[in-house]
């Protein structure tokens, strides 16, 4: 076999090697979109937290040129999902409702998804479908890239490792904006290397045009800002003994001043038609509303209302409007939970941690592998700028991502994954690459990519819910919550259980995006200070542990009285159901671990006349 390969003629080889990735990006596309659909009598994913406020956003960008929906994100991603969605003529967006002239983005989503009478499951497949096929528009470039620095066959292992990374499927699926973040990060600085390694100015305008790309596509890449800055140091560093520091360094940083300031514009000039029928009294309302009243912003609402009244500086307005609140976002922080410390204040090692958990074995292996690598191997100048530009970009997201207070997801490191598979890339191309045999190595390989593959579908259709081996799958819910493993996906499995099980009443306390009662009309709304209960009782895994901070502070019952009870099983991981009899609380009494000074239900324990 091995002769014959290299017998092959080149055309036939890069026949072969497009064939290959097809059938790998069609695997993960296939994965992606059952999972979400659903598929075999499976249920697929249920609305999430962040599409509510991402997919009438969008739809309102793309048909009503207005802006006032979700303005701490930027555009390009909701823009994007929403597009299918303007195509169909019977979609009704959220402008007749209340929620619109209220620039009450929630509410303008539980609109359009269950209340204007469109189809949930409609809405939901079409504007997650252009986020499916970014995936796979993503794995295409980290291909190329890899394979340009480092040939076709490091750059198929590649791709197969980004392909059943479960983070990639889990949220490739979503109208979010994680995926998107690391689309447009690799993509700029690939353009933006090339850039600096050409010397015509066509490099640098689409540097510029890539650069403002990730600038459209999540905030987050404002740090590109950053990694290019050190980028050019390191350059000019490399090549200081050639022309002197100073001298390269100025040639290089032309190149960055421009690349930066073109991508601005580009920025800007995008903003304008999406903002364009924005009224004056709205985008007034908009920065009042976001940016809070008192005196130390006082001087930004009054910078940011002298953009309202014109068309075309509105845009530019709208963008430093949302860099404002996404650095208002990180520095406020989030209720925080991790393996049993809950905290409304960040906790500093819980990107580490939850990286570790919940980042698949054979990644952590080999990515660790290549960072000994780039150490201890012998590298050419060029071997270490390509080093440096797979790293900086890891290094300097970890560094502001771990100084922020905004402890919700691993979801947010979703941009470092593609430089993270292409340091794995670094590590693996000597054994695919040389005429050495490498056989042990080979078989190691194969053997963490076949094990990578199973883990992953291991937890079809479930992908948010992923942990690693070290993680009991049963415990997860008291390792991490939110958008690792509950943001909502599980409410339609949910349902199937309920169904099958013929559970005639079950009380619910679901944290995502979608709508309860639309789906299980037998279910009972019910909060953790309601106390302790009798009966069927499901609870999201979010509540379940968030209650336990927001219980304390305020005095009131949180689900810490469940804790000795089993679950009669958790659906996809995320929510617990219970069945909790008269008997279960004689057994184990619910006792409050701290003062309850309120309670919020008058039927408190009664339903069933509870003997304690």
Known sequence: MKQFLQKMPERQKRYV????????????????????????????????????????????????????LNPEHPPLAKALAAFPLILQKDIKGPKNDWSWNAINQWEAGWYMLYEAGNDPARVLFWSRLPMMLLIVGLGLFIFKWARELFGRKTALFTLLLFAFYPDVIAHGRLVTTDIAAAFGFVVATYYFSKALEKKTWKWVIIAALTFALAQLLKFSAFLLFIVFFILIVI???????????????????????WVCALSLIVVWAVYIPFTWN????????????????????????????????????????????????????????????I???????????????????KTPITIIVLFISSIVAFVVRKKTKEGAWIGSL??????????????????????????TIPFVLLMIAYLVYPIFNTTKKYLIQKILLAALALFLIISTMSYYPSFI?????????????????????????????????????????????YFGGSQPGYYIPQAKEWHSSYGPTTGWIAVSATFYQSSKLYGEKEGRWSYSWLDNL???????????????????????????????????????????????
């Open 17 to 68: 090697t497009a064939g290959l990735v097809f059938l790998i990006l069609l695997a993960m596309f296939l994965i992606a979109i059952l999972s979400s659909k659903g598929a075999f009598g499976i249920p697929g994913d249920s609305g999430t937290v962040d599409e509510v406020a991402h997919i009438p956003s969008g739809y309102s960008y793309d048909k009503y040129l207005d802006y006032r």
């Open 235 to 257: 350059r000019a560093i490399q090549e200081r003994k050639t022309v002197g520091f100073w001298s390269i360094f100025w040639t290089y940083f032309k190149k960055y001043f």
């Open 278 to 337: 924005t009224p004056v009294d709205i985008e007034h309302k908009l920065i009042e509303m976001n940016l809070t009243a008192d005196p130390q912003t006082q001087p930004l609402r009054n910078f940011l209302h002298h953009f309202e009244g014109n068309k075309i500086m509105r845009g530019l307005g709208h963008y430093l409007l949302g860099i404002m609140l996404v650095v208002a976002r990180v520095a406020g922080g989030n209720a925080t939970f």
């Open 339 to 357: 393996m049993g410390h809950v905290s409304d204040k960040s906790i500093a090692w819980f990107f580490p941690v939850a990286w570790l958990i």
């Open 390 to 415: 797979f790293l900086v970009p890891i290094i300097v997201y970890w560094a502001f991502t771990l100084k922020g207070s905004l402890n919700i997801g691993i979801r947010h490191l979703m941009p």
């Open 465 to 509: 819910g992923y942990f690693n081996e070290t993680v009991p799958r049963d415990q997860r819910y008291n390792y991490l919550v939110d958008s690792s493993l509950d943001w909502g996906q599980d409410l339609l499995r949910l349902k199937k259980y309920i169904d099958d099980n013929d559970i005639k009443s079950i009380k619910l306390d």
């Open 566 to 612: 089993k679950p009669q099983t958790i659906i996809g991981g995320s929510i617990l159901v219970f069945n909790i009899t008269n008997q279960d609380l004689i057994d184990h009494p619910p006792i409050s671990p701290y003062p309850i000074t309120q309670i919020d239900f008058p039927g408190f324990m009664t339903e069933q006349k509870v003997g304690l």
